[in-house]
């Protein structure tokens, strides 16, 4: 039986954003599938709330195979949420690209500024660098397999992404992608937005899936 993927794309974003990877991950065998979220007018808690369902379903439908998750940017907090409230029994792996599990400062910006802080929405108390207790509790213990791959190479080195301390992605910065609890993590040259999309991303992400760790030998 096809193991199944479960795809989380990030803030803003939409599950059709998936689709490159989704077919990537069919072609290496995989069952996949894309779940859809509103970063924006939902809370952290209430995402997983509306998601939990659907993935008791997946989950039950597995069978003998694993369920995998592969997550971008801010679908990586809702993944650790999601399996620290309803954790799947068939939980495999969990690659996470460009995910703030840190926080990530152009939030705190945001944040701090009247004007600009509806742009956050209700992801705001998930995407700042300094949580409340109440989200860092929501978020859980990482006692499951986790490889985090985080880009170094923005696309544009100025404006917004001279907030994030270097190294970075231009949105998010290696530091802050980084679990104590992590099983791996590796660093590609990439900016944040083509981590889902990229040839060498799609290569660790499927080795990650099968071995548990990333090829490190075949990085750019």
Same mark, same amino acid.
């Given at each position: 039986m096809k193991q199944t993927v479960v795809l989380l794309h990030g803030f803003a974003g939409f599950a059709v954003m998936n689709r490159p990877l989704g077919a990537m991950l069919r072609r290496a065998g995989y069952r996949s599938v894309d779940f859809g979220y509103d970063?924006? !007018?939902l809370s952290? !808690? $209430?995402i997983c709330e509306n998601l939990a369902p659907r993935l008791e379903e997946i989950d039950a439908a597995c069978g003998p195979g694993r369920l995998h998750i592969v997550c971008?940017?801010?679908g990586g907090l809702v993944a650790r949420a999601l399996i620290n409230l309803r954790r799947p029994e068939r939980l495999g792996h969990v690659v996470m690209l460009g995910t703030p $599990? =840190? =926080?990530?400062?152009i939030a705190d910006v945001l944040d701090r500024t009247a004007l600009l802080r509806p742009i956050l929405g209700k992801a705001a &108390? +998930? @995407?700042?660098?300094?949580?409340?207790a109440e989200v860092e509790a929501l978020l859980g213990k990482v006692d499951y397999p986790v490889g985090i791959i985080a880009g170094s190479r923005p696309i544009m080195p100025y =404006? +917004? +992404? !001279?907030l994030v301390p270097s190294p970075s992605d231009g949105k998010v910065s290696v530091a802050s992608t980084r679990l104590a609890e992590a099983a791996d993590h590796i660093v590609l040259p990439l900016p944040h937005?083509? @981590? &889902?999309?990229?040839a060498a991303a799609h290569e660790q992400i499927r080795h990650f899936l099968s071995k548990g760790r990333f090829a490190h030998d075949q990085a750019l």
């Amino acid at each position: 039986m096809k193991q199944t993927v479960v795809l989380l794309h990030g803030f803003a974003g939409f599950a059709v954003m998936n689709r490159p990877l989704g077919a990537m991950l069919r072609r290496a065998g995989y069952r996949s599938v894309d779940f859809g979220y509103d970063s924006w !007018r939902l809370s952290l !808690r $209430n995402i997983c709330e509306n998601l939990a369902p659907r993935l008791e379903e997946i989950d039950a439908a597995c069978g003998p195979g694993r369920l995998h998750i592969v997550c971008h940017s801010m679908g990586g907090l809702v993944a650790r949420a999601l399996i620290n409230l309803r954790r799947p029994e068939r939980l495999g792996h969990v690659v996470m690209l460009g995910t703030p $599990n =840190g =926080g990530s400062e152009i939030a705190d910006v945001l944040d701090r500024t009247a004007l600009l802080r509806p742009i956050l929405g209700k992801a705001a &108390p +998930a @995407l700042v660098t300094q949580r409340t207790a109440e989200v860092e509790a929501l978020l859980g213990k990482v006692d499951y397999p986790v490889g985090i791959i985080a880009g170094s190479r923005p696309i544009m080195p100025y =404006g +917004a +992404a !001279r907030l994030v301390p270097s190294p970075s992605d231009g949105k998010v910065s290696v530091a802050s992608t980084r679990l104590a609890e992590a099983a791996d993590h590796i660093v590609l040259p990439l900016p944040h937005m083509l @981590l &889902p999309y990229h040839a060498a991303a799609h290569e660790q992400i499927r080795h990650f899936l099968s071995k548990g760790r990333f090829a490190h030998d075949q990085a750019l």
